[in-house]
């Protein structure tokens, strides 16, 4: 298997950071309105999803 290093520049790396707390912000977000959760924050969202995974 072929592999491929490379380097990622630090201005470069925190804007994928930022790309990704958007997406999982929108991910909790979308999901908290399916569960009609709408009222709640994306953490709130968040320990809701973790509780209910942690019963199942």
Same mark, same amino acid.
């Given at each position: 298997m072929l592999t491929k %290093? /490379?380097? +990622? =520049? %630090? !201005? *470069?790396? =925190?804007?994928i950071e930022d790309k990704i707390i958007v997406i999982r912000n929108n991910s909790y977000s979308y $999901? #908290? =309105? #399916? $569960? #009609? $959760? *709408? &009222? $709640? !924050? &994306? @953490?709130? +969202? %968040? *320990? /809701?999803? =973790? @509780?209910i995974g942690n019963l199942l």
């Open positions: %290093e /490379f380097q +990622i =520049k %630090e !201005s *470069d790396k =925190k804007r $999901l #908290g =309105k #399916g $569960l #009609g $959760l *709408d &009222n $709640l !924050s &994306n @953490n709130q +969202i %968040e *320990d /809701f999803v =973790k @509780n």
